[in-house]
């Protein structure tokens, strides 16, 4: 079964309100409702990302450039029949998309 990955993304201009103690526990609650729905399909849960560095053959150009991880809030890798299939797990993921974020699905094509 073909395998996606899953980037979690700020969107522009979009801002997300911070959740209530009581939204979050819902939203807890929906998590592992979608964690048992779609077990099957989750590979890799993944996580938020920390500090990184981009490594290039040459030194690194001068410059202020925009680090990955404002970019890129976390990821998973999900299998699914096709894409359309690895975007509904992704979208049902409580808190993964919503107001001010996105979800990139990507095919991971291997050998």
Request: glycine share 14%.
């Amino acid at each position: 079964m073909p395998k996606y990955l899953c980037l979690q993304r700020s969107l522009p201009g979009g801002k997300a309100e911070r959740p209530s103690p009581a939204q979050m526990q819902e939203m807890y609650a929906q998590f592992g409702a979608w964690q048992q729905k779609f077990k099957a399909n989750l590979v890799d849960m993944g996580g938020r990302l920390g500090e990184g560095r981009l490594t290039t053959a040459d030194p690194a150009p001068d410059g202020p450039f925009v680090e990955i991880k404002e970019l890129v809030g976390g990821y998973m890798i999900v299998s699914a029949d096709s894409l359309d299939a690895a975007i509904e797990v992704a979208r049902g993921c409580p808190g993964l998309v919503g107001p001010g974020s996105g979800v990139d699905v990507i095919e991971i094509r291997t050998p």
